[in-house]
């Protein structure tokens, strides 16, 4: 049985891109695997955000994981800060990855140019190396990600090669499987991905059908009139047809060929109408989860039994580099 191991940052409101593009992809995994799906809390650290918010964000996650399918008796659900051996293994993979290595990562390159680098915290500049930590600790052999993450993957598994030349078949080695399909872009700007950070472009898990409805209905389109995908020259019209057809399991050709001759504004009408037919019960199952007393043991319940596991490897690195 194959362990797979994934997880989200908590650093704002969950929106249909992460649903659509990871939510509701874990339940796939956990009937025929060892699923670990995790609250990536020390990640969201890495750049300003409030303390009652980063709680708040933590516990709407975990509902939302479980709101979208996941069941703690199949899965492994957990937050990543009660688990102590991330980052105790963090502390000591630092010495294994190169500052040249860190310094090539993409994600770090994009907010170093958008912000003050030299106001930067080390946390961002080494995000990659508590990513693997968090692999690592579970052996796992697949780690869902988006194509943004492929490069810290790869980074950790040049690491393991590294430290197990070095030390012994210490560390397994990991896989990244990508996420095929879907990429949910922004409402306001197509070009942007949906991220968490833009009250306008995002449709938020939490919005209320009539925000959805508005925010769809007002979504950044052109001027051409007709209904094509073809992201280079439509962008907010293709990115339309991807959030319908995948909200309605169909192919975009599909999709595509459903809506030839349609106006724009019946054309956004299904396709909020589409949206909201998931998102509503999704909400009514998030709220009774959070109105439970569940959460709480559950992601207790999933702390313990990680902990379990990631202190094994964590012993096993101990040993392998001296420390007593």
Not at 31 to 41: L, R, V, Y
């Amino acid at each position: 049985m194959a362990r797979v191991l994934s997880g989200i940052k908590p650093t704002g409101q969950l929106t249909l891109g992460n649903y659509i593009g990871a939510l509701r992809r874990f339940p796939q995994y956990q009937d025929e695997n060892d699923t670990f799906i995790f609250i990536a809390d020390l990640h969201a650290l890495t750049l300003p955000i409030e303390p009652a918010m980063l709680r708040d964000n933590i516990r709407d996650i975990a509902a939302f994981y479980l709101a979208s399918g996941l069941d703690s008796q199949k899965a492994t659900i957990f937050v990543q800060s009660q688990v102590a051996a991330h980052a105790e293994l963090n502390a000591i993979l630092q010495n294994f990855i190169y500052m040249g290595e860190l310094s090539r990562m993409t994600q770090y390159k994009e907010k170093a140019a958008a912000n003050n680098e030299s106001a930067l915290g080390l946390g961002l500049f080494a995000y990659p190396v508590l990513m693997a930590a968090d692999i690592l600790l579970y052996n796992a052999d697949i780690v869902p990600v988006g194509d943004d993450q492929i490069q810290h993957v790869e980074l950790t598994r040049d690491l393991v090669k590294r430290f197990n030349n070095r030390y012994g078949n210490i560390l397994g080695m990991p896989e990244a499987k990508v996420s095929v399909g879907a990429r949910i872009m922004s409402l306001s700007d197509p070009l942007k991905k949906m991220s968490k950070s833009d009250p306008k472009g995002d449709i938020y898990l939490k919005d209320e059908p009539a925000v959805i409805r508005k925010k769809i209905m007002s979504s950044v389109t052109d001027s051409l009139n007709t209904i094509k995908y073809n992201p280079d020259v439509q962008p907010g019209i293709s990115n339309l047809l991807t959030i319908y057809a995948s909200l309605k399991d169909i192919s975009i050709s599909e999709a595509d060929l459903l809506f030839q001759g349609f106006p724009y504004g019946a054309f956004k009408k299904a396709v909020a109408d589409a949206v909201i037919e998931v998102i509503t019960p999704l909400q009514e199952k998030y709220k009774a989860i959070i109105a439970s007393n569940e959460l709480d043991t559950i992601l207790s319940n999933g702390a313990a039994k990680a902990s379990a596991i990631a202190n094994r490897t964590l012993k096993k690195v101990r040993q392998a580099v001296g420390l007593l």
